[in-house]
């Protein structure tokens, strides 16, 4: 029935309110809700039935405490139930089994129809009001539950499932049997705040007889598990210990919490039961582990190749803006590296548009395919990640977790180019590049002019026309000066507009890989790190259900 989970003891609920019961079963619900497939199946149809049983129960709770007399074969169960009414209500026969249906006789004038039908226990006895105080008590007259008729058996844990109080009735052959222990006392061991066992037929034992069973049974009781409860020795030939089992009776009705202490008991086991299907503790995805997937899903993404054609990109771009006029118009025949890879436009150079419209816009990419090996790791960075989060979770709750860290290998390939074109792999241009472009078309034009200046007095002398001043600088001469001087000072400024290119290239290809990895980060995170944590979410939402399902 239930598992040998730890509980708090049973008399640690007693102050239970309804509300509290209540609020309970609702976390029990929840947990189930919430756990699903990744609970243990017959734990969690135990705690179903738990919860229809006490939703249904709670709003039946009244003056009415409801007694079951169960036992073997030939207890005597029915003769107590006899004695105990005051009338021959329940059948007595030597013929086995004697009693087929349940009984019930109910103390008292409050109507006790619904709770009667609750049960399903069609027949009744009204026992007016009476000196025994006893008035609010529905006591149930059950089949045996080792009868041969299996009918029989099925109706005697039907019952048992649902009544408040248990009164095992047994007797001096049979109070060692296995049925008994075994199947129902062991079973129901938590429940023995609401227990009571009646050794019957005391009267068949010889003097000191009864003391040496009762220590007997005492002590298979407490084998069993069962460590709050009480042996009464009873006969009804010679009313023994009828008393005592009034009292006990009358004591629980008095209290009327006998109802409230077996619905909370119900709970603490079916909470229990559920218990062993979540960890001790609540689990999340390593760092460690998401960045390995990041790597990997960089890699597949072809980040290495889009920082590379940006670094290219910008050194060339560099080069045709800084670079020598005379010779930068070369480089328009080269190809762009981010052309090639259908990455020249992103959602930076579309600003009319939003990210969402850029795949509508832009298509894919021209990114080479991932290898194999590459898609590999992809594959072995999400395992691990599903490995290290549900490291210490049941296997059900492990499964799920890994199941959530398998992506689907086309959605993931189709997302991460996705995320690639809608990073801005351009940025604002560096200043330097209109001073340098500027000082290098200045420089292109003094050494045009000094060109120029030289052929107008070369032809002039070839021409033997009137000398054209040169305005002489030391030495050399002014045409001379422009002309070398321009070219001189624009082929340095082109070294050094390289070097800065190489450099800005460098921090251009950092910054951009950041923001890639950034991308990446997202999808990964989309993909399978917050399928993982849904999974540790639900499962922690579960275990905070049960805890308080437990109180």
Same mark, same amino acid.
Do not use: C
């Given at each position: 029935?239930?598992?040998?989970?730890?509980?708090?003891?049973?008399?640690?609920?007693?102050?239970?309110?309804?509300?509290?019961?209540? !609020?309970?079963?609702?976390?029990?619900?929840?947990?189930?809700?919430?756990?699903?497939?990744?609970?243990?199946?017959?734990?969690?149809?135990?705690?179903?039935?738990?919860?229809?049983?006490?939703?249904?129960?709670?709003?039946? +709770?009244?003056?009415?405490?409801?007694?079951?007399?169960?036992?073997?074969?030939?207890?005597?169960?029915?003769?107590?139930?006899?004695?105990?009414?005051?009338?021959?209500?329940?059948?007595?026969?030597?013929?086995?089994?004697?009693?087929?249906?349940?009984? !019930?006789?109910?103390?008292?004038?409050?109507?006790?129809?619904?709770?009667?039908?609750?049960?399903?226990?069609?027949?009744?006895? *009204? +026992?007016? =009001?009476? *000196?025994?105080?006893?008035?609010?008590?529905?006591?149930?007259?059950? =089949?045996?539950?080792?009868?041969?008729?299996?009918?029989?058996?099925?109706?005697?844990?039907?019952?048992?499932?649902?009544?408040?109080?248990?009164?095992? %009735?047994?007797?001096?052959?049979?109070?060692?049997?296995?049925?008994?222990?075994?199947?129902? %006392?062991?079973?129901?061991?938590?429940?023995?705040?609401?227990?009571?066992?009646?050794?019957?037929?005391?009267?068949?034992?010889? !003097?000191?007889? *009864?003391e040496q069973i009762e220590a007997d049974l005492t002590r298979l009781l407490e084998r069993d598990g069962l460590e709050h409860h009480d042996v009464i020795g009873t006969s009804t030939v010679t009313a023994a210990g009828m008393d005592e089992l009034r009292s006990h009776l009358r004591r629980a009705v008095e209290h009327s919490d006998a109802p409230r202490r077996r619905l909370a008991a119900d709970l603490l086991t079916g909470a229990a039961a559920l218990a062993d299907s979540v960890a001790d503790t609540d689990a999340e995805v390593p760092e460690r582990t998401r960045d390995e997937l990041v790597d990997a899903l960089c890699r597949t993404a072809g980040v290495p190749t889009v920082v590379d054609a940006v670094a290219r990109d910008f050194r060339q771009e560099a080069w045709a803006r800084t670079g020598w006029p005379f010779t930068r118009w070369v480089r328009a025949f080269r190809p762009a590296p981010l052309k090639r890879l259908r990455l020249d436009k992103g959602a930076d150079a579309v600003p009319d548009i939003t990210d969402q419209d850029v795949r509508a816009v832009l298509g894919r990419s021209s990114i080479p395919p991932p290898a194999p090996a590459a898609r590999a790791a992809v594959d072995l960075a999400a395992r691990r990640i599903g490995t290290g989060a549900g490291e210490h979770l049941p296997t059900r709750w492990s499964d799920a977790v890994a199941d959530a860290a398998r992506p689907e290998d086309h959605d993931l390939a189709d997302a991460l180019d996705q995320a690639v074109l809608r990073t801005p792999l351009r940025a604002r241009k560096p200043w330097w590049w209109t001073f340098?472009?500027?000082?290098?078309?200045?420089?292109?034009?003094?050494?045009? +002019?000094?060109?120029?200046?030289?052929?107008?007095?070369?032809?002039?002398?070839w021409l033997q026309l009137p000398a054209v001043p040169t305005a002489d600088i030391g030495p050399f001469a002014t045409p001379f000066l422009l002309l070398g001087g321009g070219l001189l000072a624009g082929l340095l400024l082109a070294a050094l507009a390289r070097w800065m290119a190489r450099a800005g290239a460098r921090r251009r290809g950092r910054t951009v890989e950041r923001r890639l990895r950034r991308s990446v980060g997202e999808v990964a995170d989309e993909r399978v790190i917050e399928p993982v944590q849904q999974v540790l979410a639900e499962h922690a939402g579960t275990r905070a259900s049960i805890r308080r399902a437990l109180g």
């Open positions: 029935m239930s598992p040998r989970s730890p509980l708090p003891r049973e008399d640690e609920t007693v102050a239970l309110s309804v509300e509290e019961i209540s !609020a309970r079963t609702d976390a029990l619900g929840a947990a189930l809700e919430t756990g699903g497939t990744r609970l243990d199946p017959r734990a969690a149809e135990r705690a179903r039935q738990v919860v229809a049983k006490v939703s249904e129960r709670i709003g039946l +709770i009244g003056d009415h405490t409801v007694v079951a007399l169960a036992g073997a074969t030939g207890s005597g169960k029915s003769s107590l139930f006899n004695v105990l009414t005051g009338a021959d209500v329940a059948t007595v026969g030597t013929r086995r089994p004697t009693t087929s249906t349940p009984t !019930a006789a109910v103390w008292g004038e409050e109507p006790a129809g619904e709770l009667l039908d609750w049960l399903s226990v069609g027949a009744r006895h *009204q +026992i007016p =009001p009476s *000196q025994d105080q006893l008035d609010g008590l529905v006591l149930i007259d059950l =089949p045996d539950f080792d009868s041969r008729e299996s009918a029989h058996r099925e109706e005697a844990e039907r019952v048992l499932e649902l009544v408040d109080v248990f009164v095992w %009735v047994t007797d001096p052959q049979k109070y060692a049997d296995a049925v008994l222990h075994d199947e129902y %006392v062991a079973v129901l061991r938590e429940y023995g705040a609401v227990t009571v066992v009646v050794l019957n037929q005391v009267d068949r034992l010889p !003097a000191g007889g *009864q340098f472009g500027a000082l290098q078309i200045a420089f292109a034009l003094a050494a045009v +002019i000094g060109l120029g200046w030289l052929v107008v007095v070369g032809l002039a002398s």
